[in-house]
């Protein structure tokens, strides 16, 4: 089974970026669907992006386009989250996981998951 280690959350002002890492360990990276879910406080956790093995392609949720995006080094074995025009709303802990499926955007679709980072927009 794979592990995976995020990195890079943090607190930032509200249209500011981040970049998030997820390194994983134990497993190549190249043989998972990758994905990356957050949770806000009081709220369930919710669908933010995946893609593909190679990368060749991605998913987002609807109202997270065109401010997220995804992306993998297979050879660094890391996936990323580079999250753009940041709003308070974005506030929550970002996690990465791993998934043999694709599509992969539910949880159920995801075996294997990462601690999480925090991620604070400030306004």
């Known amino acids: 089974q794979v592990q995976l280690v995020e990195s890079g959350g943090g607190l930032v002002q509200a249209g500011g970026s981040l970049r998030l890492s997820c390194a994983a360990s134990?497993?190549?990276?190249?043989?998972?669907?990758m994905g990356w879910f957050r949770q806000a406080p009081g709220k369930e956790r919710e669908f933010v992006a995946s893609?593909?093995?190679?990368?060749?392609?991605?998913y987002y949720a609807d109202s997270l386009k065109g401010r997220f995006t995804i992306s993998r080094d297979n050879a660094k074995n890391t996936v990323y989250l580079q999250m753009n025009s940041l709003k308070p709303e974005d506030t929550g802990v970002y996690s990465c996981?791993?998934?043999?499926?694709?599509?992969?955007?539910?949880?159920?679709?995801?075996?294997?998951w990462g601690q999480g980072t925090q991620v604070t927009v400030s306004s």
């Open positions: 134990g497993r190549t990276l190249g043989s998972y669907v």
């Open positions: 893609i593909t093995r190679i990368g060749y392609s991605t």
């Open positions: 996981a791993a998934s043999t499926k694709w599509p992969a955007t539910t949880l159920s679709d995801f075996g294997s």
